[in-house]
T-cell receptor, first 112, second 112 residues
Framework: DSGVTQTPKHLITATGQRVTLRCSPR?????VYWYQQSLDQGLQFLIQYYNGEERAKGNILERFSAQQFPDLHSELNLSSLELGDSALYFCASSDQYTGELFFGEGSRLTVL | SQQGEEDPQALSIQEGENATMNCSYK?????LQWYRQNSGRGLVHLILIRSNEREKHSGRLRVTLDTSKKSSSLLITASRAADTASYFCATRLHTGGFKTIFGAGTRLFVKA
């Protein structure tokens, strides 16, 4: 158990809809990262937050947004969903000294 | 584009053999990490090597880092069927909020 919790584990929705994925980091970790993994692909970095502030941005679409709340949990909002958004979405929190990432089990999004 | 690229994309070996995976990256790094992913699961951290280190061992794992060539290798000795998984290198960059970028991964299959 990494200590990182992601909900929901599975989500099936239709094109054009909006979903929210939630992540609770490990106790004490201030950084949260979001990654997207399409079928049998590597991980695409989406965005990083540190203590409530956006720290780094990757290949995140304009239809996607994220935030980190004062209690350090984070949410990734995906809107106007397309078939190609179907993927595993991982959240990770990091050790502030080494940068070692601790991953949640992911949220599997299926867009029909 | 990916910061890290693993080679080979896939590797199939017999139990007991050694498995070597390589990773190349493009820009200056703070550290390089290797992760393992069982199918559809979250990634698990294996080992971290800092930019001023050249070699590191952890159990049956040996990692080397050559910053002049911007490359790293992961050696798994005496492989077991349970080592079957995807292996990813990840580079923690100096800039951009210390974001951690993953390569596309090497799929390792160990035959019993």
């Amino acid at each position: 158990d990494s200590g990182v919790t992601q909900t929901p584990k599975h989500l099936i929705t239709a094109t054009g809809q909006r979903v929210t994925l939630r992540c609770s980091p490990r106790s004490g970790d201030l950084s949260v990262y979001w990654y997207q993994q399409s079928l049998d692909q590597g991980l695409q970095f989406l965005i990083q937050y540190y203590n409530g502030e956006e720290r780094a941005k990757g290949n995140i679409l304009e239809r996607f947004s994220a935030q980190q709340f004062p209690d350090l949990h984070s949410e990734l909002n995906l809107s106007s969903l397309e078939l190609g958004d179907s993927a595993l979405y991982f959240c990770a929190s990091s050790d502030q000294y080494t940068g070692e990432l601790f991953f949640g089990e992911g949220s599997r999004l299926t867009v029909l | 584009s990916q910061q890290g690229e693993e080679d080979p994309q896939a590797l199939s070996i017999q139990e007991g053999e050694n498995a070597t995976m390589n990773c190349s990256y493009k820009t200056s790094i703070n550290n390089l990490q290797w992760y393992r992913q069982n199918s559809g699961r979250g990634l698990v951290h294996l080992i971290l090597i800092r930019s001023n280190e050249r070699e590191k061992h952890s159990g049956r794992l040996r990692v080397t880092l050559d910053t002049s060539k911007k490359s790293s290798s992961l050696l798994i000795t005496a492989s077991r069927a349970a080592d079957t998984a995807s292996y990813f290198c990840a580079t923690r960059l100096h800039t951009g909020g210390f974001k951690t970028i993953f390569g596309a991964g090497t799929r390792l299959f160990v035959k019993a």
